[in-house]
Nanobody, 117 residues
């Protein structure tokens, strides 16, 4: 059974930091690309950042310079370090795993991030 379990969300003040984690089980993690998405209330889900199986990272413009994605294949985990958080970063954050051949895709259940004073 494939599972992606996110954690690390919470309430943080503007300017603060959080590190999200996504632990994958039931898949060969090393042959999956990993992405973070987010969905704010009333808005469509949007891509935030992604990291390829060989470690190439990419970011949405909203995340560049503030967020950093990384992966630890030994722990089957992908991380999203989020710094200088803004109120507009408030959303449910989801991780997604996509096999490198594009044939399989899995989503986590999401973790809530709230940026508020």
């Amino acid at each position: 059974q494939v599972q992606l379990v996110e954690s690390g969300g919470g309430l943080v003040q503007p300017g603060g930091s959080l590190r999200l984690s996504c632990v994958a089980s039931g898949i060969a993690f090393s042959v999956y690309n990993e992405d973070w998405y987010r969905q704010a209330p009333g808005k469509q889900r949007e891509w935030v950042s992604g990291i390829s199986s060989d470690g190439f990272a990419a970011y949405a413009n909203s995340a560049k310079g503030r967020f950093s994605i990384s992966r630890d294949s030994a722990k089957n985990t992908v991380y999203l370090q989020m710094n200088t958080l803004k109120s507009e970063d408030t959303a449910v954050y989801y991780c997604k795993a996509v096999s490198t051949d594009g044939g399989r895709e899995y989503w986590g259940q999401g973790t809530q991030v709230t940026v508020s004073s």
